[in-house]
């Protein structure tokens, strides 16, 4: 019997060693059915593929039975897509972020801080990035210098770093020490998903709420208007934000006003953003590397403005090797260069943009003239340039420094000259010269530390200069024969500057995984200088000779300072807390303002694909930009809060879902609602020149309340991208002196929807579709027909006329507003080696006229029309870029 | 790329035209309009018109004027006499000063009844006139022009917010200058004649007769007055206007508070009145006296005023480029203004 028994013992272990021994695994599976069904797979290859696979024969089974099968009793998830597997960990082993359980704990004897920075092959850092322990779920975030750090207990670890757009890299690391490591990650435009669940920075994850990221590869899509990528144009795409004035680069971000963005390029503010009245963003796509935009819930280190943060970082340069691009559009050109001044230590990056349509206008207009029989010869100059350089220097893995200048400049002159004769002998010469130049220059030196593998600092000295020039000449010379009659000469000059001298310092401390404290001080001294005059003019004649000058300036010297300190703290796996506090000063012409934003957020995520999240802010403005008009005009100005005015401020409440359905699409929904105090707005101009002397005293003070819905959704499968976005909006303001009631915004756009999708057709063709659709601005319009009083008193008279009366502020709605923009890219690579792209892009594809505005009329018959005006028909541009 | 360039194609073909925006969607009805300014006086004017909603009107609508409203018109509780004068104005009789407190209530037929209130402001004296030539340059002639500038100061109520209009009056001359001599006596036609002409001699009489005069509200150049916002030369060189409503000037006390000031006016020294009467005109040139007038309005008024300033000069506005203002308007349920105001005025002074 005890031989039966062993016998049967040892049958059923050999019968068992032979299966095993037979038994493939799960590696070797996925080969045959690749080779088999013809499928393909795409997974990370840190998957465990190499355990054996202990299931039934696929060979009989259908693909999803057999996928079943293979991976039912795996840590591995699939999912299908056409002819792809996608292949991953399940998702509550793989990217939970949690804390250890006790036990756990109690465990670990000691733990260590891995810190480095993540970087792509050139040794460009990048922002955003998600580091992660594999084993334990726990990750952390690269933040705006590329630093992170993880604190992580005694032993072996598989760190995880990704990032959009680039293959992720894992390091096995042992840790018995603090560890600096930098991940350097390879570019793959080709990635066929993104897993949403591994980027901490995705809507999912973060505990913000209404921060978006944008990188080069979302501002440098195939369709550009007029062939230059735009920063602000893609902002403009964003759920939440108006756009303005069509064509023009209006930022509108919860009903705020365009002055209420606060502009960021490499830490130093900007206060003009925009070129060509507002045509193109002062931004060169070239150069930058990441944008981070927040309009809802800011984080406790941004200041300043009431509606948005828009953080542009730019490149740093090439470490390696020398490369940039030449691009050649419609109406500019721009030149990117970068390199290694030291290979491996110092780079530098050097962008240049420039209109060049004034190469063609100079000959055109001197043509035109020499041609012309008029004695009236016209010369027409227009050009912007923008450059952005940086150099960067690493002197060790602690320490890094840079500086970044930026330059950007618009410069428009006149010049007509006039000749008239009288009779034979008498002759008169008039020229008139006219010279416009606005522009910003920036510089920024930032020096990063990192004091401990947890602490990791910047420290940014700043310069900011901004003016707006404008200077007139006319000469009158009148003579008779040869004799001079008459010589008059009139100048006037305008200029409004701003000079801000400041630093900011700030602090990234992570004690451990589940806190990320950032902590801070800025100090900002700013030179307000609007409205500098002077005013020149002569009159000599045969009998006498008058000049009169005459000259003005104002001066606002103000010095602003604050202070901040925010904590995100990972509770547990399901709630996460962002909490802060930003304390500002503010000082003017003696008089200090003190204000305290608090600034909290929270993430709930009971699931790893859905999370909701709520957030509160407050924001104070310190700073306006003084302006009659929907347009970015070099005449306006900015000037700071005085001691007879409050400083604006806004609290903000937003409230938002994130739901992951499946692996490619995102869809979140946010509410919010804001409230803004004395906002300011000039009260009594109609020119584009509302006075500076006494600006204070002219405008109105009032309230907005702004609230409403956002709806957005992403969409991505192989080659194809889709993004969609739906807002319901309200914007209301009311300032008592102009409108005793609540009154619609211009730009209150009840709904909004933006549809975009990116399609890599070929290899070397892609294709960029933005359809966009708005409920119309709203316009006055006049609604009734009085006759006018005889003031002051009121009697009765012969000559008394009629006129229309406005009863209501924005009282009329524009018919709704819709655009189709496309854009492809045709690539090519040469024998060279050299990449070239055509681009073609169409503004407006099917040419609908959108009413920019409206007004009443008069027909013969006497009856009222309404004149509805647009102009902007499709427009076609090109452009050429050579990389090399 | 076969599919691109058909899919391009298909997008031209649907080519729009804009949207075509119908007047009828202005939702609106006629109103009751009222402009009523009582002062310091015993007499005071009333206008009572229906409003013509734009989309209901036609060459052919008549003028809407009410002559049988019921208005019910009190100072300071106690209500006045009300006389219907034509064209839709009514006068009203009753001695009214600064402090009244003036309501109305208006009723007409087919109409919500409309009401307001306002108050009779305090006058602010206003004195010392002078008046010398100065030369500026001229925007509008692109040339040196010698102006008459016209000074006046006030003391502004302290801790009020108060609103002004100030207005310069110009009295024009007609008439010429006699000189008599021991054997003869001649005419000169002119000041400016005289002046450039005569050589004084002791034993001569001279005379400036004054036959006639007119008046006139003048249009003032600001660039020497910073409190009425002068244009700025940018502004000015791209010809955005700047008038005011029936040549009055307003500013408010927000920056000069409490304090003594001096207005400074400034009038083109060569601008000519005269009077036509049928296919005649006579010029009034032989003199000019200035009269400046200082008048402390309501806030009410004051706004009303800005409102149709900047309606009027926003040129931006009209092509959606700037906000425009609506019209002040303090009459409950209707259109109009009752705004109180209360005027002071220099001695005039001669050129």
């Known amino acids: 019997m005890k031989l039966r028994k062993c016998v049967l013992l040892f049958f059923l272990l050999f019968v068992s060693l032979v299966i095993t021994a037979k038994a493939k695994t799960m590696r070797q599976q996925i080969e045959w059915l690749r080779n088999e069904k013809k499928i393909n797979f795409v997974y990370d290859s840190s998957l465990p593929l190499d355990r054996p696979y202990k299931g039934k024969s696929l060979k009989k089974m259908t693909i999803p039975q057999a996928l079943q099968s293979l991976f039912a009793n795996s840590d591995i998830d699939f999912s299908i897509n056409g002819d792809y597997i996608m292949l991953k960990l399940k998702t509550e082993v793989k990217f939970s972020i949690h804390t250890p359980h006790r036990k756990e704990q109690h465990d670990i004897k000691h733990n260590y801080t891995l810190s480095g920075f993540a970087e792509d092959v050139n040794g460009e850092r990048l922002i955003n990035a998600t580091i992660q322990d594999m084993a334990t779920g726990l990750a952390t975030m690269t933040n705006s210098s590329g630093f992170f750090s993880i604190t992580l207990s005694e032993g072996t670890h598989n760190i995880r770093c990704g990032y959009i757009g680039f293959d992720d890299k894992q390091e096995k690391v042992n840790l018995k020490s603090n560890v600096h490591l930098n991940f350097i990650l390879k570019e793959n435009a080709n990635i066929k998903e993104i897993v949403i669940t591994a980027d901490l920075n995705s809507p999912l994850m973060t505990t913000q709420t209404g921060k978006h990221s944008f990188g080069k590869q979302d501002v440098k899509t195939e369709f550009a208007l007029l062939s230059s990528p735009d920063v602000i144009k893609t902002l403009q795409r964003s759920s939440g934000v108006a756009s303005g004035v069509e064509l023009t680069t209006g930022l509108y971000v919860h009903g705020g006003n365009n002055d209420e963005n606060l502009f960021l390029i490499d830490g130093s503010p900007l206060y003009q953003v925009n070129h060509a009245l507002g045509l193109f963003s002062a931004f060169n796509s070239d150069v930058v590397k990441n944008i981070d935009f927040y309009k809802g819930g800011f984080p406790a280190r941004y200041g300043g403005r009431l509606s948005s943060v828009v953080d542009v970082r730019t490149d740093d340069g090439d470490l390696n090797h020398y490369h940039g691009s030449y691009r050649l559009g419609l109406l500019d050109g721009s030149l990117q260069f970068e390199g290694p001044i030291r290979k491996g230590k110092t780079s530098f990056n050097f962008g240049l943009r420039r209109s060049w349509i004034d190469i063609l206008s100079r000959p055109a207009f001197a043509l035109y003239n020499k041609s012309s029989s008029s004695d009236d010869k016209l010369n027409l100059c227009y050009f912007f340039h923008d450059l952005n350089a940086k150099i960067t220097n690493i002197f060790n893995n602690r320490n890094r420094m840079s500086l970044s200048v930026y330059s950007g400049e618009d410069k428009l002159n006149t010049k007509d000259d006039c000749n008239d004769s009288y009779g034979t002998s008498y002759n008169d010469k008039d020229i008139t010269k006219n010279d416009f130049n606005w522009g910003n220059f920036n510089m920024a030196l930032l020096f990063e530390h990192q004091f401990s593998p947890k602490l990791f600092a910047n420290f940014n000295a700043i310069y900011t200069y901004n003016i707006s020039k404008f200077k007139s000449q006319e000469d009158d010379l009148g003579k008779h024969g040869k004799d001079v009659t008459e010589q008059t000469h009139y100048e006037h000059e305008y200029k409004s500057s701003i000079r801000d001298y400041g630093y900011r310092m700030s602090f990234d401390y992570r004690p451990s995984p589940h806190h990320h404290i950032r902590f801070g001080n800025d100090f900002t001294w700013h030179f307000f200088h609007p409205q500098t005059r002077y005013l020149m003019s002569s009159c000599d004649n045969s009998t006498s000779k008058d000049t009169t000058s005459m000259s003005s300036k104002n001066n606002y010297p103000a010095r602003e300072c604050s202070i901040y300190g925010e904590d995100e703290m990972i509770i547990n796996s399901h709630w996460s807390i962002n909490a802060g506090i930003n304390a500002s000063l503010f000082s003017i012409h003696g008089k200090t303002f003190t204000n305290i934003n608090p600034r909290f957020a929270m993430k709930y995520q009971p699931f790893d694909n859905l999370s909701f999240k709520a957030s509160y802010t407050s924001m104070t403005q310190y700073v306006h930009k003084i302006s009659n008009s929907f347009l970015e005009l070099p005449t306006d100005y900015w000037v700071p809060t005085t001691e007879i005015l409050h400083p604006m401020n806004s609290w903000q409440l937003t409230t938002g879902a994130y739901f992951l359905p499946y692996n490619n699409l995102l869809i979140s929904v946010e509410g919010y609602y804001k409230h803004s105090n004395h906002l300011l707005q000039y009260a009594s101009w109609s020119g584009l020149e509302p006075p500076a002397a006494r600006w204070d005293k002219a405008v109105m003070d009032g309230e907005g309340r702004f609230y409403g819905m956002e709806l957005d959704a992403s969409y991505k499968i192989s080659n194809f991208l889709l993004r969609g976005s739906y807002t319901l909006s309200w914007n209301q303001r009311k300032y008592e002196e102009f409108y005793p009631k609540w009154y619609f915004d211009k730009f209150d756009n009840r709904h909004k929807i933006d549809l975009s999708a990116r399609w890599q057709i070929t290899h070397s063709i892609s294709a960029f579709a933005d359809w966009t659709f708005h409920s119309g601005n709203h316009i006055t319009i006049p609604t009734q027909y009085v006759p006018m009083p005889n003031v002051p008193e009121g009697k009765p008279s012969e000559n008394s006329t009629s006129d229309f009366i406005y009863e209501k502020p924005n009282n009329f709605m524009l018919p709704n507003y819709h655009r189709l923009d496309l854009g492809f890219d045709f690539h090519h690579v040469t024998k060279h080696n050299h990449e070239r792209i055509f681009n073609v892009s169409f503004y407006n594809a099917y040419c609908h006229f959108n009413s920019m505005y409206a007004e009443v009329k008069q027909k013969q018959d006497g009856h009222f029309y309404i004149k509805n005006h647009a102009y902007i028909p499709v427009i076609p541009s090109f452009s050429y870029t050579i990389k090399f | ?351």
Request: proline content about 3%.
């Open chain 2, 1 to 351: 790329m076969q599919k691109i360039i058909y899919f391009i194609l298909l997008l031209f073909m649907l080519v729009s035209c804009k949207d075509d925006i119908s007047i009828n969607t202005i939702n609106n009805s006629e109103k009751l309009v009222v402009y009523c300014f009582p002062t310091e006086s015993d007499t005071t004017y009333m206008q009572v018109v229906r409003s013509v909603p734009v989309k209901n009107y036609t060459n052919t609508v008549d003028e809407k004027t009410i002559d049988n409203a019921e208005i019910n018109y009190n100072v300071n509780g106690k209500a006045s006499n009300i006389e219907y004068i034509g064209k839709g104005f009514y006068k009203i009789t009753g001695l009214q000063k600064k402090g009244d407190n003036i309501s109305f209530n208006v009723q007409a037929e087919g109409l919500p009844s409309v009401s307001a209130t306002t108050t009779i402001p305090e006058s602010v004296n206003i004195s010392e006139p002078t008046a010398k030539e100065i030369a500026l340059y001229d925007q509008n002639s692109e040339s040196t022009q010698k102006f008459d500038q016209v000074t006046a100061t006030f003391t502004d109520t302290p801790n009020t917010h108060d609103y002004y209009a100030v207005r310069l009056l110009v009295k024009s001359y007609d008439g010429y200058v006699k000189v008599s001599s021991k054997n003869e006596t001649y005419n000169f036609p002119d000041l400016k004649t005289y002046k450039q002409n005569y050589y004084p001699d002791p034993a001569d009489t001279v005379t400036f007769v004054y036959q006639d005069s007119i008046y006139n509200v003048a249009e003032i150049n600001r660039s020497s007055e910073d409190l009425l916002s002068p244009i700025s030369e940018v502004d000015d060189n791209f010809g955005f206007s700047n008038e005011s409503y029936q040549n009055m000037y307003i500013f408010d006390d927000a920056s000069i508070n409490g304090k003594t000031y001096t207005l400074h006016l400034n009038i083109l020294s060569n601008i000519s009145y005269g009077v036509s009467t049928g296919t005649q005109y006579k010029s009034y040139d032989f003199g000019k006296a200035y009269q400046v007038q200082l008048i402390h309005l309501t806030p009410q008024y004051y706004y009303f005023l800005k409102s149709l300033n900047q309606i009027r000069n926003n040129d931006m506005a009209k092509y959606g480029l700037s906000q425009i203002s609506p019209t002040v308007s303090n009459v409950t349920s209707g259109l109009g203004l009752l705004g109180g105001w209360i005027t002071s005025q220099t001695d005039w002074v001669k050129k």
